[in-house]
């Protein structure tokens, strides 16, 4: 089955303890990216990646890193979380460039809750 | 920066009606424009893409139209259904930099 998958799916954390939310899609897909949902403020972009090894910054990348070693995975790292980043995270991918292939395909969802 | 605004944010309407929603952006230089349904707790779902040049796109009982002057995009349901209940979101831009609509959440009522 063609998806996008996301783990942990739930996530209790303290402040500063880094964490690493995983992201992998089976469908080849060349781009990736990493969203924050937050009440009041919608659908949030954090990074981007076009690519194996080539990354962005989305609109709210302040806090996060990510890596892109392999086309399938692209994992979300909080080097030092704290509260502010409590959020309903979700990882996203498409084809590539062009008409259908933006189509884009989410995952389920990381909650995280920093203490 | 590209603006995407979604009004109204709630909507309620009975079982059987034709509906609109609908979705506004600043910036008309965008790649398409994607409609998505998202269920409580449960990630995004793509219901339609229309890229900038094409005027509409429709899927079963759903029809998205773009009128990129106007900076104006709408998803037409019809003949709603109580599974239609969902957030529906708008996002204009391309794959790699979408800017989201915060959603109106639609409660069909059987």
């Known amino acids: 089955e063609a998806q996008v998958t996301q783990n942990p799916r739930y996530l209790i954390t303290v402040t500063g303890k880094k964490l690493t939310v995983t992201c992998s899609q089976n469908m080849n897909h060349e781009y990736m990216s990493w969203y924050r949902q937050d009440p009041g403020l919608g659908l949030r972009q954090i990074y981007y990646?076009?690519?194996?090894?080539?990354?962005d910054k989305g609109d709210v990348p302040e806090g996060y890193k990510v890596s892109r070693k392999e086309k399938r995975n692209f994992p979300l790292i909080l080097e030092s979380p704290s509260p502010n980043q409590t959020s309903l995270y979700f990882c996203?991918?498409?084809?590539?460039?062009?008409?259908?292939?933006?189509?884009?395909?989410f995952g389920p969802g990381t909650r995280l809750l920093v203490l | 920066k590209q603006e995407v605004t979604q009004i109204p944010a709630a909507l309620s309407v009975p079982e059987g009606e034709n509906l609109v929603l609908n979705c506004s952006f600043t910036d008309s230089a965008i790649y398409n424009l994607q409609w998505f349904r998202q269920d409580p707790g449960k990630g995004l779902t793509s219901l339609l893409l229309?890229?900038?040049?094409?005027r509409e796109q429709t899927s079963g009982r759903l029809n998205a139209s773009l009128d990129k002057s106007s900076g104006r995009s709408t998803l037409y349901i019809a003949a709603s259904q109580p599974g239609d209940s969902a957030t529906y979101l708008c996002a204009a831009g391309r794959a790699q930099k979408l800017v989201f609509g915060q959603g109106t959440r639609l409660t069909i009522n059987p």
């Open positions: 229309i890229q900038s040049s094409q």
């Open positions: 996203a991918s498409s084809l590539g460039a062009g008409v259908i292939r933006e189509t884009q395909y």
């Open positions: 990646s076009m690519n194996v090894e080539v990354t």
